[in-house]
T-cell receptor
Framework: AQKVTQAQTEISVVEKEDVTLDCVYE???????LFWYKQPPSGELVFLIR??????QNEISGRYSWNFQKSTSSFNFTITASQVVDSAVYFC???????????????FGKGTSLLVTP | ETGVTQTPRHLVMGMTNKKSLKCEQH?????MYWYKQSAKKPLELMFV???????ENNSVPSRFSPECPNSSHLFLHLHTLQPEDSALYLC????????????FGQGTRLTVV
């Protein structure tokens, strides 16, 4: 069963528009972590943010902001005043205890491809 | 420059070939990972090494054989692969396996013909 759902496969916006990428997760753990990664065309995943399950405060970093809502199991990502350089695939990920309890592993969503045009 | 370096960036191999993917991290991390990224599928965790010891094999076929000689290097040995194994193989490292963020390499684009 998919633990992380990113319902938006592709989004296209015009530069300077705001855009929100949705992420819904599923877990039975009370302790877990949520992440967002950006994958530009070059291939590597770039870490953007980590949020633990006990911290529901929203976070803002420049043009990026994240809205964590435990009540709806969502961790949405908003880019304000988008730029062409924001074009990439964005992945939401959930980290929960492994079956063996030996550590944690990332469960990724399928990603949302964002295209920002001039 | 990324702290996690993967070579080669691109690889084309026949089904009877044997090849190896290499990953090196310069971040002083103790955990290293192999992920597989196929088209239209989520990234799949393949293997986890923590302090050079394999702690997770996510039901990966034996035609994929990982090796971790030290905390800075990780290999993925490939033999008798299938065309459906064609994918982007991503290496990652993290300080430990307790929820610290993972840093990824640029991946090896593998094509099996």
């Amino acid at each position: 069963a998919q633990k992380v759902t990113q319902a938006q496969t592709e989004i296209s916006v015009v530069e300077k528009e705001d855009v929100t990428l949705d992420c819904v997760y599923e877990t039975r753990d009370t302790t877990y972590y949520l992440f967002w990664y950006k994958q530009p065309p070059s291939g590597e995943l770039v870490f953007l943010i980590r949020r633990n399950s006990f911290d529901e405060q929203n976070e803002i970093s420049g043009r990026y902001s994240w809205n964590f809502q435990k009540s709806t199991s969502s961790f949405n990502f908003t880019i304000t005043a988008s730029q062409v350089v924001d074009s990439a695939v964005y992945f939401c990920a959930l980290s929960e205890a492994w079956r063996s309890n030996s550590g944690y592993a990332l469960n990724f969503g399928k990603g949302t491809s964002l295209l920002v045009t001039p | 420059e990324t702290g996690v370096t993967q070579t080669p960036r691109h690889l084309v191999m026949g089904m009877t070939n044997k090849k190896s993917l290499k990953c090196e991290q310069h971040l002083g991390h103790n955990a290293m990972y192999w992920y597989k990224q196929s088209a239209k599928k989520p990234l799949e965790l393949m293997f986890v090494y923590n302090f050079k010891e394999q702690t997770e094999n996510n039901s990966v076929p034996s035609r994929f054989s990982p090796e971790c000689p030290n905390s800075s290097h990780l290999f993925l040995h490939l033999h008798t692969l299938q065309p459906e194994d064609s994918a982007l193989y991503l290496c990652a490292s993290s300080l430990d396996t307790q929820n610290t963020e993972a840093f990824f390499g640029q991946g090896t684009r593998l094509t099996v013909v």
